[in-house]
């Protein structure tokens, strides 16, 4: 008899406990989804992937989408388009505009900490299309990538880190492999400046019981043509 009391107290601790989580959950939507006008969608973002990894994949996948950003000098922009207004002479602007974006990306999907997934896939997610003005585009037809991920390595994103240190965790551009992994990078490429550019991000939890480990494509700047690239299995930005 003792036993059996003992085994419900359990059951009714056990209870009490998916009744807590299940409330906190709730409480955490409502606080992060109520009033969205207080909130960036780069913040709600944010919020949801950590929702979704502190849930467990309980909280019906993440509230991301891509957002469109147009580097200009100062003419016009497609419809839709968010403008980066930038010195269409100064290249450098037009390279934080687009490092900007990258670490807007990495850190809305976790750093590399958070696994948002809810498959074993490699789950991605297209951060923002990147598309440059006319003005832009006739002071530079195309852009070195290797010349912007050399400013990368070169420029502060904060006080003490580089943009390359805090998107790749290296300190050199030497150190990154680009034949290897999901960045298909060519350094001797160019940017051109009259297509359309993704940024994207991405993880795979896969099954570690099968030698496999979690996966991380930390964040790539490709043409928007080539995302096949990528290897990307599901996209779980919406449009």
């Known amino acids: 008899m003792f036993n059996n009391k003992k085994a419900e107290m359990t059951t009714q601790q056990i209870v009490m406990l998916i009744i807590l989580l299940v409330s906190f959950i709730v409480i955490i939507i409502f606080i992060f989804f109520l009033q969205p006008g207080e909130l960036t ?7 949801s992937v950590v929702l979704q990894d ?8 993440v509230d991301c989408k891509t957002s469109y950003f147009c580097v200009s000098g100062g003419d016009n922009c497609e419809e839709g388009s968010q403008k980066v207004k930038v010195n269409e002479e100064k290249k450098e602007e037009i390279f934080k505009a687009m490092a900007d974006s990258m670490s807007d990306c990495w850190w809305m999907f976790g750093e590399g900490k958070i696994d948002y997934t809810s498959s074993k896939d490699l789950e991605c997610a297209v951060c923002s299309i990147i598309s440059f003005d006319k003005k832009v585009q006739e002071k530079y037809p195309e852009l ?5 991920y050399n400013y990368l390595e070169k420029t502060k994103k904060t006080g003490t880190e580089t943009y390359l240190r805090y998107l790749y965790g290296v300190f050199n551009v030497d150190d990154l ?3 290897s992994g999901f960045n298909k990078t060519d350094l001797n490429e160019n ?6 550019y993704s940024i994207i991000t991405g993880y795979d939890d896969d099954w570690p019981l099968i030698g496999g480990g979690d996966d991380i494509m930390k964040v790539v700047f490709i043409n928007t043509r080539e995302t096949s690239k990528t290897e990307c299995d599901e996209f779980i930005t919406r449009a």
């Open 144 to 148: 070195s990538y290797s010349e912007f």
């Open 191 to 196: 940017i051109n400046t009259m297509e359309k």
């Open 177 to 179: 492999d680009f034949s």
């Open 41 to 47: 969608n780069k913040e709600i973002c944010h919020n």
């Open 54 to 61: 502190k849930s467990v994949g309980f909280s019906g996948g």
